[in-house]
């Protein structure tokens, strides 16, 4: 699956479950945020993940620390554009698509502040 149309199954699959869309592929200096959504007042920043086999590592493992820094760079900075979400808590869930397999959704994936 492509990465566009994997961020559109994931856009889909959070809305479904309540989530609310804020943005779509913020791109900054050194980093992307895939998706930043709103659960209730709470700010989710999801990195979208897609692979086809797990032959050179599947997609949970593409998310590594380097990866998770930008990702918490890449949020530092929307925020201050956005001073209205400042004071929000955030969340970083990813939502993974590896071949045929069903999404997997993983909430607080990781820590980041």
């Known amino acids: 699956m492509r990465?566009?149309?994997a961020e559109d199954a994931a856009l889909k699959l959070l809305k479904r479950h309540g989530l609310r869309p804020l943005?779509?592929?913020f791109r900054c200096r050194g980093g992307e945020l895939d998706l930043v959504m709103l659960d209730?007042?709470?700010?989710?920043?999801?990195?979208?993940?897609a692979r086809t086999h797990g032959a050179w590592?599947?997609?949970?493992?593409?998310?590594d620390a380097r990866k998770q820094q930008r990702i918490v760079h890449a949020t530092?900075?929307?925020?201050?554009?956005?001073?209205?979400?400042?004071?929000r808590a955030?969340?970083?869930d990813v939502v993974l698509f590896e071949g045929d397999a069903a999404p997997q959704w993983i909430a607080a994936a990781f820590d980041g502040f």
């Open 40 to 49: 209730g007042e709470v700010l989710v920043v999801i990195e979208v993940r």
């Open 23 to 25: 943005m779509r592929n």
């Open 90 to 92: 955030i969340r970083f």
């Open 57 to 63: 590592g599947g997609a949970t493992e593409s998310i």
């Open 3 to 5: 990465g566009d149309l």
């Open 76 to 87: 530092q900075l929307f925020v201050a554009a956005r001073p209205e979400h400042a004071r």
